[in-house]
């Protein structure tokens, strides 16, 4: 098993996709540090952020590429292999495809970590100097990792274990990749209005909405911040028993539906 | 590394309502090329996927040393396959692509640069296998089979793309890997490439087994016959109808006399008093053994 998530990982070092997400996860977090500074209102300003919840948008900018980058790399570890019919050599090496599939969610998973990772690298080099020549106070930075890390680091890792199972379903790269994007930025938000619209019932539970309520140190806002996400979001652990599910359970149907299929 | 013997015991594959291979049955030795020989559409490939559990079949075996290809405890130390020469990721580079298959098969990696020596790569390593040309990549397949230093090599078309230089090369690899004692499995279409290189053939066409043996006790199944250059042909007909050969005026005064050798057919011409002039017999090559095989026995288009 260890010999598979070795060479799954070596995988992602050697082709420019993983890498071409993680230029997109440093895009998507130096716009979320940039909006930190941003104080919404009559006659927008920039400054530095003082309010805990302002604090951790800066400490968790890299939220804002979650949703996408997350689901990308699992589904780019997946469906990559079928493109390019990898999928032949991998499963000669490691006929037992369950084994397979579970180095993989395991070897995006950690890839989600390291893009997390690097988005708070990004904070350090580039938000941090911002924040002390705008007069902000690094003390009250710090202060505010530990309620924004390790959820935002959850969230990364199972959204991207969520991607995993997606591409184990839909083995075509590009429709994998739309669905997961749509779903994402439109599929989700829209079916989250319409049904509370309609029958006042909060779809919290699914992928999106349980990434929000992991980072939820984050996404809550703190004492007197904005929440970036207005919706009841299920509690942390909650939220993130529900992501571990919808990773889990998109792994074992594509699994049984999809991966187990005989490849030609 | 010593090989083991590949089994196929009634195989059988359908997709769908289409069958692709038919109880199909035969046995790779150790220490000897089996050709696995037939038309495309055969069911060669599907064949050897269902033996590499890529394919599973509907029903029957397919087994290496006796153990379904899942079950061996490491399979690329023991069977080395290449299939197809396109299952590369194309912005990877060759010794990445082998590392790779190392890591995960807890091959040292020492023995990369050793495959790469192997087959001729060594000076393209560090270039990307999207710019590699079909031969190239054929190389590569055959590096990454020979990674584990395996007993059983499997091998599907792999002159495929190869230059006449190359094949003549693969060809006296393959020999060498059966005097070490390896099994040594590889399909093809085109039978006369072939012929200089097995020791054993099987024969497929349509899903079903037509031929099996060495090659040289096949080529003794096929009936002879004779072409005779004769100014009384219609007379060779008769004498030899009646003598219960198959005879074919093929050309004004050529006539082929099937199922007949020179020791029967010279005396009988002689004792008849039929004029000859010129009396061979027909070699018949492996392709011609191989049309002979996939469509006269096979009986269906």
Redesign the interface.
Known sequence: MI??L??EL??FR???GPWVVLAVTLVLSALGIVAAFVNPGFGVSFGAPHSIGRLRELVGAGYGAVGIVGPLIGILCVT?EYR?????????????RGVLLFAKALASGIWGIVLCVASFVLVAVMGVPLLVSEGGSVDALVRQIPPVAPGLIGAFALLAVFGVGVGALVKNQIAAVVLAIGLSLVLEPVLVELVYHFFHIELNWLPNQDAAALAGGLTRGGQNGPSVVPNELLSWWAGGLALVAWGVGTALLGYFTTFRR??? | MQGVPIEVRGLTKRFGKVSAVRGLEFTAQPGRVTGFLGPNGAGKTTTLRMLLNLVSPTSGTATIGGSNYRDLAFPSRNVGAVLEATSFHPSRRARSHLSMIAIAAGIDRDRVQEVLDLVGLSADAKRKVGGYSLGMRQRLELAGAMLGDPGVLILDEPANGLDPQGIAWLRAFLRHLASEGRTVLVSSHLLAEMAQTVDDVVIVSEGELRAEGPLSSLAAQVRPSMRVRTPEPARLVSVAKDARLVPTEVAPGIVVVDGAVPEQLGPLLASNQIVVYEMVSEHRGLEELFLELTTSLGGRS
Do not use: A
Request: proline letters at 8%; zero cysteines; glycine letters at 4%.
């Open positions: 010999r598979v070795r060479s070596f995988k050697t082709t420019p990559g390019h019919k990898v999928i032949t050599t991998s499963l000669l090496v490691t006929p037992r005989d490849v030609t």
